[in-house]
């Protein structure tokens, strides 16, 4: 079985911490903003593995010419990702709400 290196993306750093602040503060809830911070970096994780069981994103793919792979994390947010084979490097482009 490979294994991949698995990447942030900058911006993709950024949309993260920016829901972790959300939860924190917004939300009054540090507490819950650590532990959803740790699942999803433990689901980010594990894709070294198996980073094709996911959804290939056709549409997206299709606009930016490369094959985008889509997570949904806990039913609300979306996880954005390249698989580079060759490199056998995953690289996280973008994080969102689904409602986004």
């Not at 991949?4 to 903003?33: G, L």
């Not at 792979?69 to 979306?78: D, G, P």
């Amino acid at each position: 079985m490979m294994h991949f290196t698995v990447e942030i993306a900058d911006e993709a750093w950024r949309e993260i911490e920016s829901q972790i602040r959300f939860i924190a503060v917004d939300r009054q809830a540090p507490v819950n903003a650590a532990r959803w911070s740790n699942r999803l970096l433990k689901a980010i994780t594990d894709l070294e593995l198996m980073p094709r069981r996911h959804t290939l994103d056709e549409r997206l793919s299709r606009e930016l010419g490369t094959d985008i792979y889509r997570m949904v994390f806990e039913q609300t947010y979306l996880v954005f990702y390249t698989i580079n084979e060759v490199e056998q490097r995953v690289t996280i482009v973008s994080f969102r709400h689904g409602a986004r």
